[in-house]
Protein backbone atom coordinates (compact mmCIF):
# COMPACT_ATOMS: atom_id res chain seq x y z
CA UNK A 1 0.00 0.00 0.00
CA UNK A 2 1.72 3.29 -1.35
CA UNK A 3 0.61 6.17 0.96
CA UNK A 4 1.28 8.57 -1.71
CA UNK A 5 -0.70 7.74 -4.24
CA UNK A 6 -4.57 7.01 -4.89
CA UNK A 7 -5.13 3.58 -5.20
CA UNK A 8 -7.75 4.39 -7.87
CA UNK A 9 -6.10 6.54 -10.47
CA UNK A 10 -2.73 6.70 -9.82
CA UNK A 11 -2.08 10.46 -9.07
CA UNK A 12 0.40 11.26 -6.16
CA UNK A 13 -0.32 13.15 -3.48
CA UNK A 14 0.98 16.67 -4.88
CA UNK A 15 -1.42 16.14 -7.73
CA UNK A 16 -4.92 16.42 -6.04
CA UNK A 17 -6.19 17.96 -2.78
CA UNK A 18 -6.54 15.11 -0.78
CA UNK A 19 -6.16 11.53 -0.31
CA UNK A 20 -8.37 9.49 2.24
CA UNK A 21 -7.13 6.60 3.71
CA UNK A 22 -8.90 3.16 3.80
CA UNK A 23 -7.98 -0.27 4.88
CA UNK A 24 -5.99 -1.27 2.27
CA UNK A 25 -5.73 2.12 0.44
CA UNK A 26 -6.25 5.36 -0.41
CA UNK A 27 -8.69 7.39 -2.77
CA UNK A 28 -8.47 11.02 -4.37
CA UNK A 29 -11.32 13.48 -3.85
CA UNK A 30 -11.74 13.25 -7.77
CA UNK A 31 -11.92 9.10 -7.89
CA UNK A 32 -14.66 10.08 -5.52
CA UNK A 33 -16.81 12.18 -7.34
CA UNK A 34 -16.65 10.23 -10.15
CA UNK A 35 -17.59 6.80 -8.02
CA UNK A 36 -20.38 9.31 -6.64
CA UNK A 37 -21.61 10.37 -10.57
CA UNK A 38 -21.98 6.25 -11.49
CA UNK A 39 -23.93 5.12 -8.12
CA UNK A 40 -26.35 8.02 -8.57
CA UNK A 41 -26.69 7.76 -12.27
CA UNK A 42 -27.20 3.70 -11.76
CA UNK A 43 -29.91 4.28 -8.64
CA UNK A 44 -31.85 6.53 -11.38
CA UNK A 45 -32.16 3.60 -13.59
CA UNK A 46 -32.75 0.61 -11.99
CA UNK A 47 -35.36 2.92 -9.28
CA UNK A 48 -38.78 4.10 -10.24
CA UNK A 49 -38.87 6.07 -13.15
CA UNK A 50 -42.25 7.22 -14.04
CA UNK A 51 -42.66 8.98 -17.63
CA UNK A 52 -41.28 12.58 -17.57
CA UNK A 53 -44.30 13.72 -20.25
CA UNK A 54 -47.82 12.63 -21.50
CA UNK A 55 -46.38 11.26 -24.52
CA UNK A 56 -43.99 8.74 -22.46
CA UNK A 57 -47.43 7.28 -20.86
CA UNK A 58 -48.68 4.23 -21.92
CA UNK A 59 -52.56 5.03 -22.64
CA UNK A 60 -55.47 2.92 -21.07
CA UNK A 61 -55.98 0.73 -23.95
CA UNK A 62 -52.44 -0.05 -24.16
CA UNK A 63 -52.76 -1.02 -20.02
CA UNK A 64 -55.62 -2.63 -20.53
CA UNK A 65 -53.89 -4.83 -23.93
CA UNK A 66 -51.06 -5.49 -21.26
CA UNK A 67 -53.54 -7.14 -18.77
CA UNK A 68 -55.23 -8.83 -21.35
CA UNK A 69 -52.51 -11.21 -21.74
CA UNK A 70 -52.26 -12.32 -18.18
CA UNK A 71 -55.95 -11.95 -16.80
CA UNK A 72 -59.30 -13.07 -18.52
CA UNK A 73 -62.35 -11.71 -18.99
CA UNK A 74 -63.34 -8.97 -16.62
CA UNK A 75 -63.52 -6.35 -19.19
CA UNK A 76 -65.05 -3.43 -17.09
CA UNK A 77 -62.96 -4.21 -14.22
CA UNK A 78 -59.82 -4.22 -16.30
CA UNK A 79 -60.86 -0.87 -18.68
CA UNK A 80 -61.75 1.26 -15.12
CA UNK A 81 -58.08 0.23 -13.62
CA UNK A 82 -56.52 1.48 -16.37
CA UNK A 83 -58.33 4.43 -16.64
CA UNK A 84 -57.81 5.11 -12.96
CA UNK A 85 -53.85 3.97 -13.16
CA UNK A 86 -53.64 6.22 -16.32
CA UNK A 87 -55.29 9.25 -14.55
CA UNK A 88 -53.09 8.52 -11.87
CA UNK A 89 -49.46 9.20 -13.57
CA UNK A 90 -51.11 12.55 -15.27
CA UNK A 91 -51.30 13.60 -12.03
CA UNK A 92 -47.67 13.19 -11.26
CA UNK A 93 -46.99 14.86 -14.14
CA UNK A 94 -49.00 17.69 -13.32
CA UNK A 95 -48.35 18.19 -9.92
CA UNK A 96 -44.74 18.72 -11.86
CA UNK A 97 -46.06 21.79 -13.29
CA UNK A 98 -45.21 25.19 -11.44
CA UNK A 99 -47.75 27.07 -13.43
CA UNK A 100 -50.66 25.05 -13.09
CA UNK A 101 -53.99 26.62 -11.85
CA UNK A 102 -56.18 23.62 -11.65
CA UNK A 103 -54.99 20.93 -9.05
CA UNK A 104 -55.85 17.42 -9.51
CA UNK A 105 -57.68 15.09 -6.97
CA UNK A 106 -56.89 11.85 -7.18
CA UNK A 107 -59.85 9.14 -8.09
CA UNK A 108 -59.31 5.91 -5.52
CA UNK A 109 -61.02 2.61 -6.79
CA UNK A 110 -62.98 0.00 -5.55
CA UNK A 111 -63.09 -3.40 -6.72
CA UNK A 112 -66.27 -6.03 -5.86
CA UNK A 113 -66.42 -9.27 -6.91
CA UNK A 114 -66.46 -13.24 -5.47
CA UNK A 115 -63.51 -14.96 -4.28
CA UNK A 116 -61.28 -16.24 -7.32
CA UNK A 117 -62.88 -13.79 -9.82
CA UNK A 118 -58.79 -12.05 -10.09
CA UNK A 119 -58.67 -8.65 -7.91
CA UNK A 120 -55.68 -9.53 -6.35
CA UNK A 121 -54.24 -10.93 -9.35
CA UNK A 122 -55.21 -7.84 -11.13
CA UNK A 123 -53.08 -5.73 -8.70
CA UNK A 124 -50.34 -7.79 -9.05
CA UNK A 125 -50.56 -7.63 -12.99
CA UNK A 126 -50.58 -4.09 -12.84
CA UNK A 127 -47.70 -3.89 -10.64
CA UNK A 128 -45.65 -5.43 -13.49
CA UNK A 129 -46.02 -2.84 -15.85
CA UNK A 130 -45.60 0.24 -13.58
CA UNK A 131 -43.05 2.26 -12.81
CA UNK A 132 -43.74 3.53 -9.33
CA UNK A 133 -43.97 2.14 -5.91
CA UNK A 134 -46.50 -1.09 -5.69
CA UNK A 135 -47.76 -2.65 -2.50
CA UNK A 136 -50.45 -5.06 -1.75
CA UNK A 137 -51.70 -5.51 1.86
CA UNK A 138 -54.52 -7.32 3.74
CA UNK A 139 -57.17 -5.32 5.81
CA UNK A 140 -57.80 -8.27 7.95
CA UNK A 141 -54.32 -7.53 10.30
CA UNK A 142 -55.64 -3.81 10.56
CA UNK A 143 -57.11 -3.02 14.18
CA UNK A 144 -58.18 -0.14 15.99
CA UNK A 145 -55.20 1.84 17.45
CA UNK A 146 -54.35 0.49 21.00
CA UNK A 147 -55.65 -3.39 20.02
CA UNK A 148 -53.50 -6.48 19.20
CA UNK A 149 -52.72 -6.34 15.67
CA UNK A 150 -51.21 -3.43 13.04
CA UNK A 151 -52.21 0.33 12.68
CA UNK A 152 -53.54 1.71 9.30
CA UNK A 153 -50.29 3.52 9.03
CA UNK A 154 -48.16 -0.30 8.54
CA UNK A 155 -49.86 0.00 5.10
CA UNK A 156 -47.13 2.98 4.20
CA UNK A 157 -44.46 1.34 5.94
CA UNK A 158 -44.69 -1.81 2.92
CA UNK A 159 -44.60 1.12 0.46
CA UNK A 160 -41.62 2.56 2.29
CA UNK A 161 -39.87 -0.32 1.83
CA UNK A 162 -41.03 -1.18 -1.94
CA UNK A 163 -39.53 2.31 -2.05
CA UNK A 164 -36.04 1.65 -0.68
CA UNK A 165 -37.34 4.15 1.92
CA UNK A 166 -37.45 6.67 -0.24
CA UNK A 167 -40.26 9.26 0.97
CA UNK A 168 -40.48 11.18 -2.26
CA UNK A 169 -40.74 7.72 -4.85
CA UNK A 170 -43.30 6.68 -1.92
CA UNK A 171 -45.61 9.44 -2.31
CA UNK A 172 -45.76 8.59 -5.92
CA UNK A 173 -46.97 4.99 -5.02
CA UNK A 174 -50.18 2.61 -5.55
CA UNK A 175 -51.23 0.50 -2.48
CA UNK A 176 -53.67 -2.18 -3.21
CA UNK A 177 -55.74 -2.72 0.16
CA UNK A 178 -57.01 -6.56 0.01
CA UNK A 179 -60.31 -7.68 1.99
CA UNK A 180 -61.66 -4.64 2.19
CA UNK A 181 -64.57 -5.80 3.29
CA UNK A 182 -63.56 -7.96 6.19
CA UNK A 183 -63.83 -4.53 7.67
CA UNK A 184 -67.30 -3.72 7.64
CA UNK A 185 -69.41 -2.02 10.47
CA UNK A 186 -70.75 -5.16 12.62
CA UNK A 187 -73.96 -3.60 13.41
CA UNK A 188 -76.19 -1.90 11.05
CA UNK A 189 -76.08 1.18 13.76
CA UNK A 190 -73.08 3.44 14.38
CA UNK A 191 -71.10 1.83 17.17
CA UNK A 192 -71.13 3.52 20.51
CA UNK A 193 -68.22 0.89 21.77
CA UNK A 194 -65.37 0.14 20.34
CA UNK A 195 -65.30 -1.69 16.70
CA UNK A 196 -61.80 -3.05 17.25
CA UNK A 197 -61.59 -4.44 13.81
CA UNK A 198 -64.12 -2.83 11.59
CA UNK A 199 -65.36 0.94 12.24
CA UNK A 200 -62.41 1.93 13.91
CA UNK A 201 -60.25 0.70 10.99
CA UNK A 202 -62.30 2.58 8.60
CA UNK A 203 -62.10 6.00 10.77
CA UNK A 204 -58.42 5.08 10.64
CA UNK A 205 -58.34 4.93 7.11
CA UNK A 206 -59.56 8.06 6.03
CA UNK A 207 -57.10 10.26 6.64
CA UNK A 208 -55.21 8.19 4.34
CA UNK A 209 -57.33 8.12 1.78
CA UNK A 210 -57.81 11.26 1.41
CA UNK A 211 -54.20 12.67 1.21
CA UNK A 212 -52.64 14.15 4.34
CA UNK A 213 -49.58 14.32 6.30
CA UNK A 214 -49.18 10.98 8.28
CA UNK A 215 -46.22 9.45 10.77
CA UNK A 216 -45.18 5.83 9.89
CA UNK A 217 -43.42 3.88 11.62
CA UNK A 218 -40.05 3.07 9.82
CA UNK A 219 -40.61 -0.95 10.56
CA UNK A 220 -43.95 -0.53 10.66
CA UNK A 221 -46.16 -2.48 13.47
CA UNK A 222 -47.01 -0.42 16.70
CA UNK A 223 -46.17 3.87 17.65
CA UNK A 224 -44.10 3.82 20.65
CA UNK A 225 -43.72 7.53 22.01
CA UNK A 226 -39.97 7.40 21.90
CA UNK A 227 -39.73 5.80 18.00
CA UNK A 228 -38.49 8.24 15.13
CA UNK A 229 -41.34 8.27 12.63
CA UNK A 230 -41.15 9.08 8.69
CA UNK A 231 -43.85 11.72 7.66
CA UNK A 232 -45.28 10.93 4.34
CA UNK A 233 -47.59 12.92 2.12
CA UNK A 234 -50.50 10.44 0.74
CA UNK A 235 -52.00 13.21 -1.67
CA UNK A 236 -50.64 11.81 -4.82
CA UNK A 237 -50.51 8.09 -3.60
CA UNK A 238 -53.44 6.20 -5.67
CA UNK A 239 -55.40 3.52 -3.15
CA UNK A 240 -57.18 0.56 -5.07
CA UNK A 241 -58.94 -1.20 -2.42
CA UNK A 242 -60.20 -4.84 -3.52
CA UNK A 243 -63.55 -7.39 -1.60
CA UNK A 244 -65.73 -10.18 -2.45
CA UNK A 245 -68.50 -8.41 0.06
CA UNK A 246 -70.37 -11.57 0.29
CA UNK A 247 -73.95 -11.25 0.68
CA UNK A 248 -74.14 -8.24 -1.72
CA UNK A 249 -76.68 -9.36 -4.33
CA UNK A 250 -78.86 -9.84 -1.89
CA UNK A 251 -78.45 -6.12 -0.68
CA UNK A 252 -78.85 -5.04 -4.50
CA UNK A 253 -81.89 -6.99 -4.85
CA UNK A 254 -83.24 -5.81 -1.80
CA UNK A 255 -83.05 -2.23 -3.16
CA UNK A 256 -84.43 -2.90 -6.60
CA UNK A 257 -87.37 -4.57 -5.27
CA UNK A 258 -86.09 -7.87 -6.96
CA UNK A 259 -86.03 -10.32 -4.07
CA UNK A 260 -86.15 -14.15 -5.08
CA UNK A 261 -89.67 -15.20 -3.40
CA UNK A 262 -91.73 -18.80 -5.02
CA UNK A 263 -91.15 -19.52 -8.52
CA UNK A 264 -88.57 -16.69 -9.48
CA UNK A 265 -86.21 -17.83 -7.44
CA UNK A 266 -84.96 -20.43 -10.01
CA UNK A 267 -84.90 -17.14 -12.56
CA UNK A 268 -82.96 -14.79 -10.31
CA UNK A 269 -80.44 -17.12 -9.89
CA UNK A 270 -79.11 -17.34 -12.64
CA UNK A 271 -75.84 -16.13 -14.09
CA UNK A 272 -77.31 -13.67 -16.50
CA UNK A 273 -79.74 -12.31 -14.10
CA UNK A 274 -75.97 -12.01 -11.53
CA UNK A 275 -74.55 -9.96 -13.49
CA UNK A 276 -77.76 -7.50 -13.88
CA UNK A 277 -77.73 -7.23 -10.53
CA UNK A 278 -74.12 -6.10 -10.00
CA UNK A 279 -74.41 -3.41 -12.87
CA UNK A 280 -76.44 -1.95 -10.70
CA UNK A 281 -74.47 -1.71 -7.88
CA UNK A 282 -73.70 1.73 -5.97
CA UNK A 283 -72.56 3.25 -2.87
CA UNK A 284 -76.06 3.01 -0.83
CA UNK A 285 -75.46 -1.07 -1.36
CA UNK A 286 -72.14 -0.73 0.51
CA UNK A 287 -73.48 1.68 2.87
CA UNK A 288 -76.33 -1.10 3.45
CA UNK A 289 -73.13 -4.03 3.94
CA UNK A 290 -71.32 -1.63 6.57
CA UNK A 291 -68.71 0.57 5.15
CA UNK A 292 -69.27 4.15 6.63
CA UNK A 293 -70.03 6.89 4.62
CA UNK A 294 -66.78 8.92 4.93
CA UNK A 295 -64.74 6.20 3.54
CA UNK A 296 -67.04 5.43 -0.15
CA UNK A 297 -66.73 9.39 -0.29
CA UNK A 298 -62.98 8.72 -0.65
CA UNK A 299 -63.38 5.81 -3.01
CA UNK A 300 -65.45 7.53 -6.40
CA UNK A 301 -64.73 4.69 -8.41
CA UNK A 302 -67.03 1.72 -8.18
CA UNK A 303 -65.97 -1.43 -10.12
CA UNK A 304 -67.31 -5.06 -10.07
CA UNK A 305 -65.99 -8.62 -11.26
CA UNK A 306 -68.35 -10.94 -13.27
CA UNK A 307 -68.98 -14.49 -11.65
CA UNK A 308 -66.89 -16.65 -13.93
CA UNK A 309 -68.63 -18.73 -16.35
CA UNK A 310 -67.38 -22.26 -17.30
CA UNK A 311 -66.16 -21.02 -20.44
CA UNK A 312 -64.44 -18.23 -18.83
CA UNK A 313 -62.62 -21.18 -16.59
CA UNK A 314 -61.68 -23.40 -19.18
CA UNK A 315 -60.08 -20.18 -20.89
CA UNK A 316 -58.47 -18.98 -17.89
CA UNK A 317 -57.04 -22.72 -17.64
CA UNK A 318 -55.01 -22.16 -21.40
CA UNK A 319 -54.94 -18.69 -22.58
CA UNK A 320 -52.91 -16.51 -20.32
CA UNK A 321 -48.77 -16.64 -20.76
CA UNK A 322 -48.58 -18.42 -17.14
CA UNK A 323 -51.71 -20.51 -17.62
CA UNK A 324 -52.12 -23.75 -15.35
CA UNK A 325 -51.80 -25.51 -18.32
CA UNK A 326 -48.25 -24.21 -19.33
CA UNK A 327 -46.94 -24.41 -15.93
CA UNK A 328 -47.63 -28.24 -15.58
CA UNK A 329 -46.36 -28.58 -19.33
CA UNK A 330 -43.20 -26.90 -18.01
CA UNK A 331 -42.87 -28.75 -14.98
CA UNK A 332 -43.00 -31.89 -16.36
CA UNK A 333 -40.71 -31.19 -19.44
CA UNK A 334 -38.03 -30.67 -16.52
CA UNK A 335 -38.05 -34.80 -15.97
CA UNK A 336 -38.13 -35.10 -20.09
CA UNK A 337 -41.73 -36.14 -19.72
CA UNK A 338 -43.99 -34.37 -22.62
CA UNK A 339 -47.69 -34.12 -20.83
CA UNK A 340 -50.78 -33.45 -22.91
CA UNK A 341 -54.21 -31.64 -21.69
CA UNK A 342 -57.17 -33.30 -23.87
CA UNK A 343 -60.07 -30.35 -23.92
CA UNK A 344 -61.96 -33.17 -22.38
CA UNK A 345 -59.55 -33.35 -19.20
CA UNK A 346 -59.41 -29.39 -19.05
CA UNK A 347 -63.78 -28.92 -19.02
CA UNK A 348 -63.59 -31.77 -16.42
CA UNK A 349 -61.13 -29.84 -14.22
CA UNK A 350 -63.08 -27.00 -14.41
CA UNK A 351 -66.31 -28.74 -13.35
CA UNK A 352 -65.04 -30.36 -10.28
CA UNK A 353 -63.18 -26.71 -9.29
CA UNK A 354 -66.71 -24.80 -9.64
CA UNK A 355 -68.39 -27.58 -7.60
CA UNK A 356 -65.86 -26.56 -4.42
CA UNK A 357 -67.04 -22.84 -5.15
CA UNK A 358 -63.44 -21.81 -5.27
CA UNK A 359 -63.12 -19.51 -8.38
CA UNK A 360 -60.49 -19.35 -10.71
CA UNK A 361 -57.95 -19.98 -7.66
CA UNK A 362 -59.14 -23.56 -7.22
CA UNK A 363 -58.23 -24.64 -10.44
CA UNK A 364 -54.61 -25.12 -9.71
CA UNK A 365 -55.54 -27.52 -6.57
CA UNK A 366 -57.51 -29.48 -8.79
CA UNK A 367 -55.23 -29.71 -11.06
CA UNK A 368 -52.45 -30.69 -8.41
CA UNK A 369 -55.13 -33.51 -7.57
CA UNK A 370 -55.54 -35.00 -11.00
CA UNK A 371 -51.75 -35.06 -11.83
CA UNK A 372 -50.80 -36.56 -8.27
CA UNK A 373 -49.97 -39.62 -9.22
CA UNK A 374 -48.12 -38.81 -12.61
CA UNK A 375 -46.29 -36.47 -10.70
CA UNK A 376 -45.52 -39.00 -7.37
CA UNK A 377 -43.78 -41.50 -10.46
CA UNK A 378 -42.28 -38.61 -12.69
CA UNK A 379 -39.62 -39.69 -14.84
CA UNK A 380 -41.02 -43.05 -15.19
CA UNK A 381 -43.33 -42.27 -18.55
CA UNK A 382 -42.13 -40.27 -21.57
CA UNK A 383 -45.06 -38.91 -22.67
CA UNK A 384 -48.44 -38.58 -20.83
CA UNK A 385 -51.91 -37.93 -22.61
CA UNK A 386 -54.81 -36.59 -19.65
CA UNK A 387 -58.08 -37.63 -20.89
CA UNK A 388 -61.33 -37.11 -19.54
CA UNK A 389 -60.59 -39.89 -17.03
CA UNK A 390 -57.19 -39.29 -16.19
CA UNK A 391 -56.20 -43.30 -17.20
CA UNK A 392 -54.45 -42.88 -20.49
CA UNK A 393 -50.73 -43.26 -20.64
CA UNK A 394 -48.63 -43.69 -23.07
CA UNK A 395 -44.77 -44.95 -22.85
Request: net charge negative.
Given at each position: ?????????????????????????????????????????????????????????????????????????????????????????????????????????????????????????????????????????????????????????????????????????????????????????????????????????????????????????????????????????????????????????????????????????????????????????????????????????????????????????????????????????????????????????????????????????????????????YMFSIGEEKEIILTEDNIFVKN
Open positions: MNSNQCSFCGRKRNEVQMLISGQNGFICENCIEQAHAIVKDSSVKTGFSPAENIEELKKPKEIKGFLDQYVIGQDQAKKQLSIAVYNHYKRLLHAQDENREVELEKSNIIMIGETGTGKTLLAKTIARELNVPFCIVDATILTEAGYVGEDVESILSRLLMVADYDVEKAERGIVFIDEIDKIARKSDNPSITRDVSGEGVQQGLLKLLEGSIVNVPPQGGRKHPDQKYIQVNTQNILFIAGGAFDGIKEIIERRMNKQAIGFSAEKINNTNEDEYVLTNINAIDLRSFGLIPELLGRFPIITYLDKLTKETMVRIMKEPKNSIVNQFIELFKMDGTDLTFTDAAIEKIVEETIEKGLGARGLRGTTEKVLED
